[in-house]
């Protein structure tokens, strides 16, 4: 059986070569990284089965935020295992620490509030009313030279 593929990220060296020395006697096949421009390399060389990343190394925060372009480039599907703080929360493509009843009561208690202030945005935008409809009558009197609509009706 092929090893497991392991990208691991992380700025101070004691820690990384902790982590990498631990893994491989594991049977694992770990890439290190000792920054985020080099894990970001490294990344594209290939799939992996993990990544650990030091969230605090300097190439990955403020502007190169790597739970961005994590979030921004992957769909998901290819995503089988997430762990936060240690734990699984995502096993299988599924989730695993949702306590859906408890999600459902916060948002209840929620919407009351939250539909509350939709209606107070919702009149405070009746004001812009008159002046929206008034940009399309205007639009919509502006010959282009050809038609706007497009329908198969003949």
């Not at 993990?50 to 790597?66: G, K």
């Not at 202030?117 to 009558?137: C, H, K, L, S, W």
Request: hydrophobic share 40%.
């Amino acid at each position: 059986m092929k090893a497991k593929r392991i990208l691991v990220a992380e700025d101070d060296s004691a820690s990384l070569e902790l982590v990498q020395v631990f893994l491989e006697s594991e049977g694992y096949d770990v890439e290190a990284a000792r920054d985020g421009n080099r894990a970001l390399d490294l990344g594209g060389s290939g799939t992996f089965d993990l990544l650990i990343l030091d969230m605090h190394t300097v190439n990955f925060a403020p502007l190169n935020e790597i739970r961005n372009h994590l979030v921004y480039c992957e769909n998901g599907s290819s995503i089988e295992t997430v762990m936060v703080d240690g734990e699984v929360v995502v096993q299988d493509g599924r989730l695993t620490k949702v306590n859906e009843k408890a999600l459902l009561a916060e948002l209840r208690a929620l919407m009351p509030e939250f539909q509350a202030y939709t209606r107070g945005v919702e009149a405070a935008n009746q004001q812009f009313e008159p002046a929206f409809a008034d940009i399309i009558r205007r639009c919509y009197g502006t010959d282009l030279g050809f038609t706007r609509w497009a329908s198969d009706a003949g």
